[in-house]
């Protein structure tokens, strides 16, 4: 699998593009059919790698230069892709780990598996897992912009008047005193 972090120049400099995933594409090409990736054969020729912003929200992104009718087409008469481009986020760079589950997330993409279906999900997690948040500075600083974002603060149970730090992104399901479903 492509390394990340070993693909550093300097402490602050990129490599001008992501490496090109050749083993990962191999492996996909032993764990898929033609009929669940049809563009699988294709990537070797039609793929680009490249950086987005750092300040962009999203890890990776999958962008096919034709449109989705032409792509649907071309899937069923088994054609190529043409070309399209996976682009990732600096901050990856950061992270082996969370790269490499980012890259293979967009390959399965590329490859013609554009659904976030179970198939994807579980393909992804058994290529590349993802990291735990405790293990990962990147998912951990982006929970925090997210935190930072959000009206509130802290949080509030509508029962008890318990009031506690807000550490996660999504509504606690029970107050973490009187243990009753959580209620604003």
Not at 4 to 33: C, V, Y
Request: glycine share 6%.
């Amino acid at each position: 699998m492509s390394g990340a972090t070993g693909d550093r120049l300097g402490e602050n400099q990129l490599p001008s593009q992501p490496k090109f995933p050749d083993e990962m594409i191999e492996l996909l090409k032993q764990k898929l059919s033609k009929n669940e990736a049809p563009f699988l054969k294709f990537l070797g020729k039609n793929l680009t790698m490249s950086w987005i912003e750092e300040d962009d929200s999203r890890l990776g992104m999958t962008r096919f230069e034709y449109n989705a009718n032409e792509l649907f087409r071309r899937r069923k008469l088994r054609l190529s892709c043409g070309p399209v481009t996976i682009g990732l986020n600096p901050i990856l760079n950061r992270d082996a780990s969370l790269y490499n589950h980012t890259l293979a997330h967009e390959l399965l993409h590329a490859s013609g598996l554009l659904d976030h279906g179970d198939i994807h999900a579980n393909l992804v997690r058994e290529i590349a897992p993802p990291p735990k948040l405790s293990e990962s500075s990147v998912l951990q600083e982006m929970r925090e912009r997210v935190l930072e974002k959000l009206p509130e603060r802290q949080w509030i149970c509508g029962d008890c008047g318990y009031t506690w730090e807000r550490k996660r992104v999504s509504m606690p399901a029970r107050c973490p005193k009187c243990a009753k479903p959580f209620k604003s």
